[in-house]
């Protein structure tokens, strides 16, 4: 099976790693090979055969887009755990090229100081990584679709405090339906 994925320029360097140990690490985990080229910007995942996993190649294609997206690599490998997902959100859905909305809706997922991004993250569990025209997040199923119900209100301009508001009431009915399974 082969993968192809097309990097950013400036993150073929986070994928590659110091002295090429994100690649190998990426390479020996999943025994696939990456092939980046660094004049394109293109990275093909292909499994070997050896590979035991028939999600190999996803996982890395997942973990390179995690990481051409602005994540670390050491929190793109969570992707590698049953039950991590990837979910990334293309403003330009939204907005088409349109260079002052993206980086408006990009300050509101932010926040000041990173605080807005910061709320969400601490009130889901997933984690946010803006870059460029995306919105990425990657975490568990759920805390991913809570998290990207909370994105898209603020990219259709809700106001922060009608988003933090969901986001606690979101947080207290998990809470209860997590005492509830307990009694069951």
Known sequence: MEEYVRVPQARIGAIIGKNGETKRKIEEDLDIILEVNTETGYVGIFTKESTEDPLAAWKGRDIVKAIAR???????????????VLEIIDLEDYFGKSENSLR?????????NGITRRII????????????????????????????????????????????????????????????????
């Open 70 to 84: 602005g994540f670390s690599p050491r929190k793109a490998f969570q992707l590698v755990e049953d039950g991590m």
């Open 104 to 112: 408006r809706v990009r300050g509101r997922i932010i926040g000041k």
């Open 121 to 184: 993250e601490n009130m889901t569990g997933a984690r946010i990584s803006v870059y460029g025209r995306t919105v990425s997040l990657l975490g568990e199923l759920e805390s991913v679709l809570d998290a990207k119900r909370a994105v898209e209100m603020l990219i259709q301009g809700r106001m922060h405090s009608t988003v933090y508001k969901f986001l606690e009431n979101l947080k207290r009915k998990r809470k209860m339906e997590d005492r509830k399974s307990l009694w069951r």
